[in-house]
């Protein structure tokens, strides 16, 4: 039977910051074996989280080893020691990797890294420095992490301090530009405190890094901008002990260390697998990996994944208490009737893509993340396109300014990535090379909202609306499901002038609409609860808001993206609970709006809800603008509530958690509609206002 040492027993702290000793060193081959059981502990801690970055993951273990255990000053029981030496772990989603090297080295219990990824959990997607001592900076956006060594170099210089900041990063995150822009500053300033260091594992997640956006020689690179430069063996422990020790003594420059690795170092099914990029094992492969690990009698797997269900069981408890509760369950598919089918809403842009692609004019830039938001589907299979398939890498703001000009040279260049780096790391370019121009841009925000979900804060687009809808020139589409991401695509791909901006979910999300539907470009659809059928989308009909008459309904519920069809099963749960009527608008085109809908729709009914995944106010002030704004309505009563996330930033969770969690769910909007039914009914409860 084997023994499982306690977490705390087993490593100590590392320096007494009090003293100024060492309490604890590893040998080489501590180092080794330390560094072999973290990749365990990482992959159990995937598989409990169900998602996460297995293949980036293990090909820094030994780096991380070393770093956290032999080469960084740093006190366990004092992270916050002015004079510890700082981590900046750039490569944010090799977060489990930073994670495990702080449990090892006693700043955390172990054993709590398998709640990773889990809503609430310390152990984020990405690292938050706010959550979890230890963590010196929030990341995930690639490319920042060098420009925040710089910054608490240039910070420790001003102090006279002799600590080190460390910053660890990816080789295909190289391709940002932003490194380059740190690296120049670096050479420029001598920063001596800097050591950073390279995970060149050679792939990213379009593929090899030679072939998504060449980097080499970085050493070359590195050099010219006044760097000391070491390459190294990434998983000989001798070579890697050394380089951070030659690395730390360097004089009058920064210094890096470029460390070949193998991505997926460990597990022979992972090792330069691109497809293990992003995914997490499953039981079987976890016990598989483990035995070639040599781990499956050393690390104890079953109460590991039984803390993380207890964690997650914590969870779903909390989060069943606190959401508005009616007579019965009215959650997606809970009832034998008003069944619905999910897909998710990104492979519209793919069908669209696909569909069109033969269009000479179109061109679709890749930014390394091509297969999941589906904009690689425009070539797959279709060999004569690969030529209009062009790869830029993890580089956002110059794939911005790059579309730009090949729209002004005639193209349609479509380019695309997670919202928050397609629609906000960018925003300047987009505004400046894209609108100002008035080009014919389109550009992708896919995985917004927060749907994305065990990725956490950093990868959750909650804010992006904001600024594309306020861009001059600029059009803004969301569509609500599949079906309407193909039509909008369509329509935008091929026959909208200037630029325009399409953002949608990750994850499957309710097919509320289907080959008849109108889409019209600008113009809102009404949608009505007409009752009960064994098909949710059946039990609804839609017209454009420009035909429709109004049935006098007692509230509207205006609606954009995935909140459409939560706005139909709030509509659902409001006729059956209290018998109201509701008119739901879904306005896919936030940009140009239409006005005369809304208009119509606060006339007829008195009552508007705005419902929006994203912060509150790009949808709700939009409409609220427009409405007080009305002579239409002026004089006339209207009761206003808007259903969004609270000035908040997200949290790892799964998708439908989340939309717990962030309270965008029908749930949320009936019961907001209840309370302003009420008011309607009786007026509104007297104020009692105390003045000072
Ligand atoms: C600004 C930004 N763009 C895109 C992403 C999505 N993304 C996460 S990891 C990754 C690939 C990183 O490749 P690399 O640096 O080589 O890391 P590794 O292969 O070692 O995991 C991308 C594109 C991101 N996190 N940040």
């Known amino acids: 039977m084997a ?170 995150e190289q391709q940002e530009g932003q490194i380059w822009e740190a690296a120049m500053e670096a050479g420029h300033f001598h920063l001596d405190n800097i050591v950073a260091i390279v995970d060149c594992n050679r792939l990213q997640i379009d593929g090899w890094v030679k072939d998504v956006m060449q980097v080499e020689p970085l050493g070359e690179k590195y050099a010219a901008f006044g760097w000391e430069v070491l390459r190294i063996d990434g998983h000989d422990m001798g070579q890697i002990v050394d380089a951070l020790q030659k690395a730390r003594a360097v004089v009058g420059r ?124 425009f070539y797959a299979g279709k060999p004569e396109r690969a030529k209009r398939w062009i790869s830029l890498g993890i580089a956002e703001q110059s794939a911005t300014s ?75 589409v969301v569509p609500c499901d599949i079906v309407e991401a193909r039509k909008a695509t369509n329509y935008l791909l091929l026959k909208h002038q200037g630029p325009k901006y399409i953002r949608f979910a990750r994850e499957a999300t309710p097919i509320v609409t289907d080959e008849t539907t109108p889409f019209v470009f600008g113009k809102a659809n009404v949608i009505r609860l007409r009752g009960e059928e064994s098909n949710f989308a059946g039990a609804f009909e839609t017209r454009l808001a420009a035909g429709y008459r109004n049935e006098s309904e007692d509230l509207c519920i205006v609606a954009i993206g995935p909140m459409v069809p939560e706005a139909m099963r709030a509509a659902r749960i409001l006729k059956l609970e209290y018998g109201y009527e509701t008119r739901v608008l879904n306005l896919h085109t936030l940009k140009p709006i239409d006005a005369e809908a809304l208009v119509c729709a606060a006339r007829d009914t008195g009552v508007v809800i705005t419902a929006e995944e994203h912060q509150i106010g790009a949808l709700a002030w939009r409409v609220s603008s427009i409405l007080t704004a009305s002579p239409q309505l002026y004089g006339l009563p209207l009761i206003t509530g808007a259903i969004g996330v609270k000035d908040r930033f997200g949290d790892s969770g799964a998708p439908w958690e989340l939309v717990k969690e962030l309270e965008v769910s029908a749930e949320h909007i009936a019961h907001k509609a209840q309370e302003l039914m009420t008011i309607k009914k009786k007026g509104v409860p007297e104020l009692h206002l105390t003045t000072a």
């Open 3 to 172: 023994r499982f040492p306690r977490a705390r027993e087993m490593f100590m702290a590392l320096m007494d910051s009090t003293t100024g000793n060492v309490v604890r060193d590893y040998s080489i081959d501590q180092l080794r074996e330390a560094a072999n059981r973290m990749r365990g502990y990482d992959l159990v801690a995937l598989c409990a989280a169900g998602s996460g970055h297995a293949g980036g993951t293990l090909s820094i273990m030994d780096i991380t080893a070393a770093l956290y255990l032999h080469a960084a000053n740093h006190d366990p029981r004092n992270p916050s020691w002015p004079d510890r030496d700082r981590i900046v772990w750039s490569a944010g989603h090799k977060a489990p990797s930073l994670y495990l090297g702080l449990a090892f080295a006693g700043f955390c219990p172990i054993n709590d890294v398998v709640t990773l990824r889990k809503l609430s959990s310390p152990y984020q997607g990405h690292p938050h420095c706010l959550k979890l001592p230890g963590v010196e900076v929030s990341t995930g956006s690639l490319g920042q992490g060098l420009s925040i060594a710089v910054g608490m170099a240039l910070a420790g210089r001003l102090d006279a301090k002799s600590h080190k900041i460390f910053c660890l990063m990816g080789d295909g």
């Open 254 to 377: 920064p210094a890096i260390i470029l460390a070949d690795t193998v991505k997926g170092k460990g597990v022979s099914f992972m090792e330069n697998q691109p497809g293990w990029h992003g995914k997490a094992p499953n039981r079987e492969e976890l016990d598989a990996a483990l035995r070639e690990l040599g781990l499956s009698d050393h690390i104890p797997v079953e109460s590991l994944l039984d803390e993380a269900k207890s964690f997650q069981a914590e969870a779903d408890r909390k989060l069943a208490f606190n959401m508005p509760r009616f007579s019965r369950d009215y959650w997606w598919n809970s009832g034998a009737t008003m069944q619905v089918k999910m897909e998710p809403t990104r492979k519209g842009l793919g069908q669209a893509l696909a569909e069109n692609g033969d269009n000479e004019r179109v061109v679709c830039l890749g930014l390394d993340i091509s297969g999941s938001i589906t904009i690689s589907d």
């Open 402 to 476: 790059a579309a730009a000009g090949m729209a002004r040279e005639g193209k349609l260049p479509v380019l695309g990535s997670y919202a928050t780096f397609s629609a906000a790391r960018n925003l300047d370019q987009i505004r400046v090379s894209v609108c100002y121009a008035n080009l014919n841009v389109m550009i992708v925000g896919a995985h917004a909202g927060v749907s994305v979900g065990p990725d956490g804060a950093t990868h959750q687009a909650l804010e992006d609306l904001f600024a594309m809808q306020g861009l001059p020139n600029m059009s803004v």
